[in-house]
């Protein structure tokens, strides 16, 4: 049966074929083990009346002057008669084993009497022919007692099996009509009670239908089963995560356009300045490299906030060095850090966090880069990161002039008023890639005993993992 669901089909099929299936093959065995039991039954009980014939037959046997006698009473046979349609023959065979009365054409039984037995008297029981007619037998030898006694008489009655066949069939259909009677009873509560069952994915089903292609709101279906439950709250969480990937797209398609239309339109400002001569050509040149530069910079960050919000998406982490990918970072920003002279301190040790090694080589990288690009010439900055109890903390410290309080509240949101004067779009993906870990990120400033402000504090805590 299980072929038969291979494909995808209905639950409601699934649910029937396997309920009423098997209750209907145990009615059609036990329908036929039922009739098996029934003619057992009803030979039992016409076994027993052949039994009573024969006993009857052979207690009427007797020796007169030296010869068998038997005078059979309409009573021993009218057992056979009214209710009961059968036929019923006998046959007696002498002292001398030859034919002494009733139907010759019975055979005679080929047993023989034991004649050391305790009850030699006992019937035996067989089924034989009559005239080509199937017929159930009772033989008995018949002890025949007289003052000489001479031997034992063989007393043999038979029936045909008509009305025991006619009585088996007869109860065999009623109970198969009672069978067939409660099969659709079963047939019809199953399919009731599954209609009932099914009834809240079917109003599952209309609710989703109903709602509008944009509509990714949960769903709450009336008197939604706990068995469905599990299923509504994985379902709801996907439309989370899709509203959650619809906005951001959205956002960024939005934002985007925006963003990139500024520094093309400086651009085409600036090349058609040239193109006029208002300024001397490597001045333009210079004037739309730094505009270049902008545009390409803007470009990579937004590129970088798409993979970004793609691997989030995909839910892989692993478990990170964290010490090691702040090494690979410093490494590959070296070249900046010398540019400008910088004093570069790294206090970085082995420990493991979850998340995605690019990302987080991205979150240090953008911090990094922040800071050098607002750390002046010759001074410091460093990277510092430490464990307490469960939680990392990844601190990246400069010595620039630090960041305004308003500012500071909306740096992490993308194509803020603030973005460009916080370092472009590289905070912003700072705030993704952390929100995507479940870490946290604070920005403070750090203020000197005569209240100026010395630096800023990036700092990002996330939860270790044990080694």
């Known amino acids: 049966m299980a072929h038969l669901f291979s494909r995808r089909r209905s639950v409601r099929a699934y649910l029937l074929a396997w309920i009423i299936s098997p209750i209907a093959l145990f009615i059609i065995i036990d329908s036929f083990s039922l009739y098996r039991n029934t003619l057992e039954s009803v030979n039992t009980a016409y076994d027993r009346m052949l039994i009573a014939s024969v006993h009857s037959i052979g207690d009427l046997l007797r020796i007169e002057n030296g010869e068998l006698k038997a005078s059979l009473p309409y009573a021993a046979l009218e057992i056979y008669e009214a209710d009961y349609s059968s036929r019923m023959i006998y046959r007696i065979n002498g002292l001398d084993g030859k034919f002494f009365d009733g139907d010759a054409d019975l055979p005679s039984y080929k047993g023989k009497a034991d004649k050391e037995a305790i009850y030699p008297a006992l019937a035996h029981i067989y089924e034989d022919t009559y005239n080509g007619v199937p017929v159930r037998v009772a033989a008995l030898f018949q002890p025949v007692v007289t003052n000489d006694p001479r031997g034992a008489a ?134 739309m490299s730094g505009t270049v530069e902008r545009a390409t910079t803007l470009a990579n960050q937004l590129l970088s906030l798409a993979k970004v919000e793609q691997i989030r998406g995909r839910g892989a982490q692993e478990v990170c060095d964290l010490g090691m990918l702040a090494r690979e970072t410093a490494v590959d920003l070296s070249p900046l850090i010398a540019e400008k002279d910088l004093d570069f301190e790294l206090e970085a040790e082995k420990i493991l ?93 750090r203020v000197g005993e005569d209240g100026t402000i010395e630096g800023l504090n990036a700092s990002v805590h996330v939860r270790v993992v044990a080694g």
């Open 154 to 287: 063989l007393v043999q009655v038979a029936e045909t099996m008509e009305n025991r066949s006619a009585l088996a069939r007869k109860i065999f259909w009623e109970t198969l009509i009672r069978q067939a009677a409660l099969l659709v009873v079963i047939v019809s509560v199953t399919l009731y009670v599954v209609r009932r069952a099914l009834q809240p994915v079917d109003a599952l089903r209309r609710q989703l239908d109903e709602r509008p292609a944009d509509d990714l709101s949960p769903v709450a279906p009336p008197m939604a089963p706990r068995e469905l439950q599990p299923f509504i709250d994985a379902l709801n969480q996907l439309m989370a995560r899709l509203r959650r990937l619809l906005d951001h797209q959205q956002r960024f398609v939005a934002n985007a356009s925006h963003q990139l239309r500024t520094p093309l339109a400086v651009l085409k400002t600036q090349l058609q300045s040239g193109l006029r001569g208002d300024a001397p050509a490597p001045v333009i040149w210079q004037e």
């Open 353 to 445: 966090v979850m998340g995605h090694p690019w990302m987080i080589g991205e979150l240090i990288s953008n911090l990094l880069h922040n800071a050098i690009r607002h750390t002046p010439a010759q001074g410091r900055l460093g990277i510092r990161i430490t464990a307490r109890e469960d939680v990392a903390e990844l601190l990246i410290w400069d010595s620039g002039e630090g960041i305004d309080d308003q500012a500071m509240e909306n740096v992490f949101k993308a194509f803020s008023s603030n973005v460009s004067s916080a370092g472009g779009l590289g905070l912003t993906i700072c705030g993704e890639i952390v929100d995507s870990m479940q870490a946290t990120i604070s920005l403070r400033n």
